[in-house]
């Protein structure tokens, strides 16, 4: 019998409502485990095993009395250290926030909740979640479970590590560039970036209000898809939820691939291919053609505009929300995250005005052309084996933004498109680190990339493989 | 046959009368728009409230109302009345120069939304009204646009009030029936406050923008000025087509409606001339003797607040809309609407985004004051109409007042006269109700104008 910590989340889920384990066995181990992997990895910022336990104890008793509160029901899982709860410490991987209690409760976790979910702790990421390596100076670096001196990736690092270090059976982050599929597909498991406006934020920290996203890191398509559908739909609390009907995603894993058209884009995204991650790339798309899904190669527009635009909204957004802390908390900011944050101040109002009112002119045609004759459009996460964390740890060196930018090259231009973007663990390199692709989806078409996900994972098989550490 | 009442020219009277008098049959709506035509010929030349005027355009829309009317077939009670446009609306086939140099030659081939209801409605358009450039402004006056600077018709000397100056100046003066004018931090009610007239504005979304020169979309409302307050009810019943009639709600008494005073606090701007904080407080007399119950109240925030938020929104939205023309045509543009894209260029998006945050902030405190009440009165200007192109009193004038609340939370506001000063210079306060409820605000206008002699003046031209 494997490992509980080994399953996935959906058997989990569906062994604690048949009552074949309970709730406070899967916390106990996954404590134990945490125990163990936790120092190697640097996935966690805090645990909380006494509210873990307890959380667990009150799912076996609801069990007992009434049956499953919900499809995540005693599922420990852990989030990216930004989502509010009332008195509960949110360090948003900063130390200007070290102590902070907010006095709300974000609409995801209070779904999560709902659905029966238990919380393990506060996971790592990029300080305000401003990075895409997940190096963080005040916590350390998070680490790769596949070789822990590798980059998870960030913003959502501590939610990659955590995922596919098996310390947490799925966990929220959050994309404003990459943030959520760039940990994924470095960390060997999914991560999706719905469509802008799909996931309720309120209750959550704040990047870019524009084009930050609130999604789900787990291992399996099906996992992802159920945990994107607890937490997906409009929101009272936040006016930029969209009112539009959540879909089921996790039906849509069982369709298959058959009759799908998918597009490569070969320009900008595939520059600067390193040859033996394209080759576990080209491997995918054969699958692909063996699902009876159909593959054709084209270039994409916009892609210098969408990084530019994509640039000024980010960069003005995240100053403002952080002016008066630049000016008074100067000091307790990374150097990097402060390097990167002083060059939005350069924008004017109407360099942001224009970049914002383009927006839905690009995103239309960008969708006109691209989903006209494709169902979905396959780019890479990253175009060179993972890194180590030491020739990434640039700091606000002369080498910042080309290292950062080099990183989330091929998610950073899907953010300002606001299209869903879900990363898909597609095999390892020969140093055994993870590779990944992306499919991106018309906007609010998230079940599609779940079906042609679910359908090559099946193929595929690639989250049964495990990280080799102790624990 | 009809018979005109020659008394007293036809202009004097508001457009309510004149609409009673084409219902009776004691007027064609061709002498109305001749006697309108007439009154621009004679003092058009010293106001200059006509940028284009369009003649034989007007006498025939005049024309084929007759010929409805005759034919038994009224479209709306706004039938026959001759009415301007401030020269930011597009009206097919008329010159749409927005007051600019930089638009001289363009002819729209289609019309503004709002010029299409109201011809639609058998209104005669008598042409296009002066503006400052492109309907905005610095708060100054250069005298360097291709066209003379509208006059204030209570005292030529002095300022319209901007930027729909042609629109104040017209409807004082009766060279137009009523005119439509556009608003984004007082455009519409300054020009209604120093020219002694009535100016409404309402939420974004209620009047059509379409085919106005924009300015600021986040701020951007077009509105009507009028000389009475039943004359605005007709226009808004005709545009708006409310359930029930503004022109019949107009009508109810004031009695028992709670109505918040509010007199400041008006921080960096100072304290309001003498004369309109008199008028101010008799018009708040009258309104408590109508049976008002009357209490102070306060706004959320200091008013030049306000207007120090409006001054980075406004001018970086221009600047991104007139971009091209900022960067190539600068030198064709008028001092004052140069020096706005200007400044609107060097805004930060740190700033301007700041901005926009504080606005929802101060939006929502200022909700929250006015749905304690059924209205709430406060001042407009601070100051009576300036000497034309004088500084710093004219500066003064455009900045200085309790307009821009509203621009930010979007609440219905009216302005409308509450006296005249020594000099014969309009007073006036400004009624703002809850949003969706601009009848309470034009029913407690009316209340006063009724228990007022004012309408029974116009400027001594």
């Not at chain 1, 945990?227 to 298959?256: R, S």
């Not at chain 1, 939005?344 to 002119?361: I, S």
């Not at chain 2, 002819?107 to 009204?129: F, I, Q, S, W």
Request: net charge neutral.
């Amino acid at each position: 019998m494997s490992e509980i910590t080994d399953w996935t989340l959906v058997a989990t889920a569906d062994a604690i409502a048949a009552k074949k384990v309970s709730a406070r066995e899967v916390t106990d181990a996954l404590l134990q485990r945490i125990a163990v992997r936790q120092p190697l990895l640097n996935a966690y910022i805090s645990v909380d095993p006494d509210r873990a336990r307890a959380s667990a104890r009150e799912a076996d008793e609801r069990l007992a009395r009434l049956g499953p509160s919900g499809p995540l029901h005693g599922i420990p899982l852990a989030h990216k250290d930004m989502f509010y709860r009332p008195g509960v410490p949110v360090t948003c991987g900063s130390k200007i926030r070290r102590d902070f209690k907010p006095d709300i409760l974000a609409t995801v976790l209070a779904r999560l909740d709902a659905a029966g979910a238990i919380t393990m702790g506060a996971l790592n990421m990029s300080e305000f979640a401003n990075g895409p390596t997940g190096v963080n100076v005040h916590y350390g670096a998070a680490r790769s479970p596949w070789n822990p001196e590798h980059i998870t990736g960030g913003s959502s690092s501590g939610s990659g590590s955590a995922v596919g270090g098996r310390l947490a059976y799925g966990s929220l982050g959050s994309d404003t560039g990459g943030s959520i599929r760039l940990p994924a597909g470095i960390c060997g498991v999914y991560g999706i970036k719905a469509t802008q406006g799909r996931v309720s934020r309120y209750g959550s920290m704040g990047l870019s209000f524009s084009l930050d996203n609130i999604g789900p890191l787990a291992r399996t398509a099906r996992d992802c898809a159920r945990m994107l559908g607890v937490v997906a739909g409009a929101d009272d609390d936040d006016p930029t939820a969209a009112p539009v009907p959540v879909d089921d995603y996790e039906a849509a894993c069982n369709i298959g691939a058959k009759g799908l058209r998918i597009a490569v884009a070969t320009n900008h995204y595939w520059d600067g291919m390193d040859s033996e991650i394209g080759g576990v790339l080209e491997n995918a798309l054969d699958m692909f053609g063996k699902l009876g899904a159909s593959v054709s190669r084209r270039t994409v527009p916009f892609h210098e505009e969408l990084r530019g635009l994509g640039n000024i909204v980010i960069s003005s957004e995240f100053c403002t929300l952080h002016d008066d802390w630049l000016r008074n908390h100067h000091d307790d900011y990374a150097p990097l995250v402060r390097a990167r944050m002083k060059q939005g101040y350069t924008f004017t109002a109407v360099d942001y005005l224009k970049a914002v009112q383009v927006r839905p002119r690009i995103t239309n045609a960008f969708v006109d052309d691209v989903f006209g004759d494709a169902d979905a459009l396959f780019l890479p996460v990253l175009r060179f084996p993972v890194p180590k964390i030491a020739d990434v740890d640039v700091r606000d060196g002369p080498r910042m933004n080309e290292i950062l930018g080099s990183i989330n090259h091929c998610t950073w231009p899907i953010n300002y498109l606001g299209l869903p973007g879900l990363s898909v663990p597609a095999g390892f390199s020969r140093s055994g680190l993870p590779v990944g692709f992306q499919l991106v989806g018309r906007p609010f078409d998230e079940a599609m990339l779940f079906r042609i996900a679910a359908a090559y994972e099946r193929e595929t098989g690639w989250t049964e493989r495990r990280p080799e550490i102790a624990g | 046959m009809h018979e005109a009442n020659t008394s007293k020219p036809l202009w004097v009277q508001s457009a309510s009368a004149s609409i009673r008098m084409l219902q009776e049959g004691r007027v064609s709506a061709r002498q109305l728009t001749e006697a309108y035509l007439a009154r621009i010929a004679e003092i058009d030349g010293r106001i200059h409230s006509f940028h284009h005027l369009a003649e034989a355009r007007a006498l025939s829309a005049a024309d084929a109302a007759d010929r409805e009317i005759a034919a038994g077939r009224w479209r709306s009670p706004l039938q026959g009345i001759p009415f301007g446009v401030k020269d930011n609306y597009d009206v097919a086939g008329l010159p749409a120069t927005a007051g600019s140099r930089l638009r001289s030659g363009n002819v729209p081939t289609r019309d503004a939304r709002l010029v299409a209801d109201l011809e639609a409605a058998g209104a005669v358009l008598l042409g296009k009204l002066a503006t400052w450039e492109y309907g905005t402004g610095n708060g100054g006056e250069y005298f360097d646009l291709p066209f003379p600077s509208a006059r204030n018709p209570w005292d030529t000397s002095r300022f319209t009030g901007g930027s729909s100056t042609g629109a104040g100046a017209s409807v004082a003066a009766g060279t137009a029936a009523f005119a439509l004018g556009s608003d984004t931090t007082g455009s519409v009610r300054l020009p209604a406050a120093a020219c002694g007239l009535v100016g409404v504005i309402l939420p974004q979304g209620r009047l059509s923008g379409h085919g106005i020169l924009p300015n600021c979309y986040s701020l951007d409302v077009p509105g009507p000025l009028t000389w009475t307050v039943e004359d605005a009810a007709v226009v808004l019943d005709v545009l708006l087509a409310p359930a029930n009639s503004y022109r019949r709600s107009i009508t109810r008494p004031i009695a028992g409606l709670r109505i918040g005073v509010v007199r400041g606090p008006l921080g960096r701007f100072g304290a309001p001339d003498a004369s309109v904080e008199q008028a101010f407080e008799e018009a708040v007399r009258i309104l408590e003797r109508q049976g008002a119950r009357i209490d102070d109240a306060r706004l959320p925030m200091p008013v030049s607040d306000c207007f120090d938020v409006t001054r980075l929104i406004g001018p970086s939205e221009s600047a991104a809309i007139h971009e091209a023309e900022l960067r190539e045509r600068s030198h064709e543009m008028g001092f004052a609407l140069r020096d706005k894209l200007l400044a609107g260029s060097l805004v930060r998006a740190v700033d301007y985004i700041h901005a926009q945050r504080q606005r929802r902030l101060m939006a929502d405190a200022i909700d929250d004051l006015v749905r304690g009440y059924d209205a709430i009165i406060t001042y407009g200007p601070l100051h009576v109409a300036p000497r034309l192109g004088v500084e710093p009193e004219m500066t003064a004038f455009t900045v200085e007042t309790v307009l821009t609340p509203f621009n930010l939370s979007q609440h219905p506001a009216v302005v409308q006269c509450t006296g005249y000063s020594a000099e014969r210079l309009p007073l006036s306060w400004q009624i703002v109700a809850n949003r969706h409820d601009e009848a309470t605000a034009l029913c407690v206008a009316a209340a006063y104008e009724r228990a007022t002699p004012w309408r029974t003046i116009r400027p001594a031209l």
